[in-house]
């Protein structure tokens, strides 16, 4: 369980949402119950006075008084539970919001290497499916758990007050046993197979994502019939497996709604007693016993979460365990740098997982404000060790570098604004500021034709623009940056000779005072530099 630590503690760092969100749980479970009892009270009463009327017998009820309490709990329980839902909904929003910006900032730290060690299916499954079964640990787990305790202590006072003590306690006891097998039994019968279940979902999600992507080949190969027949019995033994799970935890609701019907026999036996000797009414008798059968409401949604509990822990595993940290990115940080130097790697390694060293035994240093150019052809490297100047591919050996922006050889741009994507670079900079960096890039005028000018829609991917345009967006979002290390990996990519020209000049004004390591394939495609060292692969 402590593999949920992490996630509860994103959680709790909202207490007043929770407490709020917990009270207007309780405020609908109170009404269901006092509706049920006050409705049982009444039938009984005025049972008993048409009974006696019958008989003869002088008899009167007042029917304004219950009346108005049956009417106020069923309006307070409709108007708790739509205020419940609706705020507990976007709690659970918003918690979801904490969860993945957690992920997503792990994700970030993480290497490349890490993240390469799932595929994108794996990943999407983390993203999704794995969120998702944490997202509800408040509303369906947390909250209902503590308030059916909570609920169950208000009936056994109930029950002290309006009986006496020995049945308070026999009835406690009772409901305690069936609160535990409605919770804790539930998770340990269903703890191992829910998570086996869980792994074997992400498998089969996996494999069906797999089987989509590489159809063309599965047909080209004559195995696209034996593979989806495969898919088939993979998705028959999930189906099983959840068929199984489901009957556990059936049988527990069925045992836990079994002992909660016993504790109202018992309490209607031993209020019998009490009304033979006069201490108790007829209307109290049942009132009690049908507010117990009340409690059956609030039980009933416990079976089914902590069935699944196993798996929420199971996926909380995997994310722990993908989306970890780059502990050595944190190491490297804490180096010492002398104020003159922007770049130390000494005796550095370079290196993919699963694959022979790029680089042994690599040493560079970079000035303060120096315009390092690395030259080599396509394989000799350069984007590997950019990846590892920028801290996204880990190297054994000694790296420090200062605050750094990269620019990657692949153009990334994401489905929105032109605004969205520049302001990535500085989320703080003015129209000013962006349109400034546009002329730089010689963009300025491609959009201000736009209609939109700078909420211009880019696509997906900037799929609305050139290969070409594309580009200077990315190198535009670069240079907007504050950071006074500026790592370039062909940055004129898709680019003509004089364009490139016109741009490389523009460029020296605004990265005047940084650090700039640029890596391309030839001497032309950089921009202005220092000194250049030749990569041989």
């Known amino acids: 369980m402590r593999d949920l630590k992490p996630w509860l503690d994103l959680i709790y760092r909202r207490p007043g949402r929770l407490v709020v969100g917990g009270i207007l749980i309780l405020a609908t479970l109170l009404s269901g119950i006092a509706l049920l009892a006050v409705s049982g009270w009444f039938i009984t009463e005025t049972a008993l006075v048409g009974l006696m009327?019958?008989?003869?017998?002088?008899?009167?009820?007042?029917?304004?008084?219950?009346?108005?309490?049956?009417?106020?709990?069923?309006?307070?329980?409709?108007?708790?539970?739509?205020?419940?839902?609706?705020?507990?909904?976007?709690?659970?929003?918003?918690?979801?919001?904490?969860?993945?910006?957690?992920?997503?900032?792990?994700?970030?730290?993480?290497?490349?290497?890490?993240?390469?060690?799932?595929?994108?299916?794996?990943?999407?499954?983390?993203?999704?499916?794995?969120?998702?079964?944490?997202?509800t640990l408040y509303l369906r787990l947390i909250a209902p758990t503590a308030l059916a305790a909570l609920v169950t202590v208000l009936v056994v006072v109930l029950v002290l007050v309006l009986f006496d003590m020995q049945t308070a306690l026999l009835v406690g006891l009772v409901l305690l046993?069936?609160?535990?097998?409605?919770?804790?039994?539930?998770?340990?019968?269903?703890?191992?197979?829910?998570?086996?279940?869980?792994?074997?979902?992400?498998a089969l999600r996996t494999a069906v994502i797999e089987h989509i992507e590489g159809f063309a080949e599965l047909t080209a190969a004559g195995r696209t019939g034996k593979h989806a027949a495969w898919l088939m019995r993979q998705a028959h033994q999930v189906t099983s497996e959840q068929s199984r799970?489901?009957?556990?935890?059936?049988?527990?609701?069925?045992?836990?709604?079994?002992?909660?019907?016993?504790?109202?026999?018992?309490?209607?036996?031993?209020?019998?007693?009490?009304?033979?000797?006069?201490?108790?009414?007829?209307?109290?008798?049942?009132?009690?016993?049908?507010?117990?059968?009340?409690?059956?409401?609030?039980?009933?949604?416990?079976?089914?979460?902590?069935?699944?509990?196993?798996?929420?822990?199971?996926?909380?595993?995997?994310?722990?365990?993908?989306?970890?940290?780059?502990?050595?990115?944190?190491?490297?940080?804490?180096?010492?740098?002398?104020?003159?130097?922007?770049?130390l790697a000494e005796n550095i390694t370079v290196k993919h997982a699963g694959y022979v060293p790029l680089f042994k035994n690599f040493n560079l240093e970079v000035q303060a404000g120096e315009r390092l150019g690395i030259l080599g052809h396509s394989g000799s490297g350069k984007s590997s060790l950019a990846d590892t100047f920028a801290g996204l591919l880990p190297a054994q050996g000694k790296l420090a570098c200062r605050n750094r922006v990269y620019l990657t050889q692949k153009t990334v741009l994401?489905?929105?604004?032109?605004?969205?994507?520049?302001?990535?670079?500085?989320?703080?900079?003015?129209?000013?500021?962006?349109?400034?960096?546009?002329?730089?890039?010689?963009?300025?005028?491609?959009?201000?034709?736009?209609?939109?000018?700078?909420?211009?829609?880019?696509?997906?991917?900037?799929?609305?623009?050139?290969?070409?345009e594309a580009r200077r967006v990315a190198l535009a979002r670069v240079l907007l940056n504050p950071a006074p290390l500026v790592i370039l990996d062909e940055p004129f990519t898709g680019l003509d000779a004089d364009t490139r020209a016109r741009i490389s000049k523009r460029m020296d004004g605004i990265l005047e005072g940084k650090t700039v390591i640029s890596l391309a394939h030839g001497p032309d495609a950089l921009p202005d530099t220092d000194r250049v060292i030749y990569l041989r692969g």
């Open 245 to 343: 799970a489901d009957t556990r935890v059936g049988w527990h609701l069925a045992g836990s709604h079994l002992l909660i019907n016993l504790s109202a026999v018992f309490a209607l036996w031993a209020g019998f007693a009490l009304f033979q000797t006069g201490a108790v009414s007829g209307p109290v008798l049942v009132l009690l016993p049908i507010a117990l059968l009340g409690i059956a409401e609030v039980y009933a949604m416990l079976p089914d979460a902590f069935g699944k509990l196993g798996a929420t822990v199971a996926a909380a595993q995997r994310l722990n365990r993908d989306c970890r940290g780059n502990e050595a990115k944190a190491d490297a940080s804490t180096v010492e740098l002398p104020a003159n130097k922007a770049l």
């Open 414 to 468: 994401f489905e929105d604004t032109l605004r969205a994507n520049l302001l990535l670079g500085s989320p703080n900079a003015s129209d000013t500021d962006l349109w400034r960096i546009l002329e730089l890039v010689e963009l300025a005028e491609r959009f201000a034709s736009e209609p939109d000018q700078l909420d211009t829609w880019l696509g997906n991917a900037g799929n609305r623009l050139s290969g070409g």
């Open 53 to 135: 009327l019958a008989a003869g017998v002088a008899a009167t009820i007042n029917l304004y008084v219950p009346g108005g309490a049956i009417r106020f709990f069923a309006v307070s329980r409709t108007v708790f539970r739509y205020i419940e839902r609706v705020y507990n909904h976007d709690t659970v929003l918003r918690l979801l919001t904490d969860i993945r910006v957690a992920l997503f900032q792990r994700l970030a730290l993480a290497s490349r290497s890490q993240r390469g060690e799932l595929s994108g299916a794996q990943w999407l499954s983390r993203l999704t499916s794995d969120v998702d079964a944490l997202d």
């Open 177 to 202: 046993v069936a609160l535990a097998l409605a919770t804790v039994g539930v998770y340990l019968r269903t703890r191992h197979l829910a998570a086996r279940q869980s792994d074997r979902q992400e």
